[in-house]
T-cell receptor, first 114, second 116 residues
């Protein structure tokens, strides 16, 4: 089955700096890669996702890049703010939708300091 | 849109009790819902895939007789932890997928289960 590795496990940045979280996956059939943000005791919330037909996607301060050849994808957060502090999970699946289950990475605890 | 409600949010009960958790898609139909378990400071581990009108598909190592799943309608799936013991204490989260092409999973708020 799919195996997703995520690094780093913790990340501390100063407000305004950029944060980068990296994930690798093992199943070359995976084509869908969402990123979720989870605050303490709350639900994971989808912040951005990318499908294999594109190499990069951006939404305001958040961007995701995908390298299918190397089987890795990354989350980039620019101009970080204290409210960005949370645990971020990457995930992979064959496709989005009802029939495909997500395999999650181990999570990255991001701390944005003032 | 894409609101998923999970109830209850917190359960504390004695060992041996069976606990039922509900997952509802409030504004869309979901033929498939997923149940996850999350330990403190750990990732989400898929327990089972809940399919409306059919038996759930359990992941390897998950006891189907221990974690009963029922998906009786297009908006409701339930997870029952039978004869719960302290080792079943965890954060349980469901997700639902809108019945349309290429829709992402949307998560409920989770249920924190504590077995004394």
């Amino acid at each position: 089955g799919e195996n997703v590795e995520q690094h780093p496990s913790t990340l501390s940045v100063q407000e305004g700096d950029s944060a980068v979280i990296k994930c690798t996956y093992s199943d070359s059939a995976s084509n869908y890669f969402p990123w979720y943000k989870q605050e303490l005791g709350k639900r994971p919330q989808l912040i951005i996702d990318i499908r294999s037909n594109v190499g990069e996607k951006k939404d305001q301060r958040i961007a995701v890049t995908l390298n299918k050849t190397a089987k890795h994808f990354s989350l980039h957060i620019t101009e970080t703010q204290p409210e960005d502090s949370a645990v971020y999970f990457c995930a992979a699946s064959i496709r989005p939708g009802t029939a495909s289950k997500l395999t999650f990475g181990t999570g990255t605890r991001l701390q944005v300091t003032l | 849109g894409a609101v998923v409600s999970q109830h209850p949010s917190r359960v504390i009960c004695k060992s041996g009790t069976s606990v039922k958790i509900e997952c509802r898609s409030l504004d869309f139909q979901a033929t498939t819902m997923f149940w996850y378990r999350q330990f403190p400071k750990k990732s989400l581990m898929l327990m089972a895939t809940s399919n409306e009108g059919s038996k759930a598909t359990y992941e390897q190592g998950v006891e189907k007789d221990k974690f009963l799943i029922n998906h009786a309608s297009l908006t409701l799936s339930t997870l029952t932890v039978t004869s719960a013991h302290p080792e079943d204490s965890s954060f349980y989260i469901c997700s639902a997928v809108r019945e349309a092409k290429n829709q992402p999973q949307h998560f409920g708020d989770g249920t924190r289960l504590s077995i004394l």
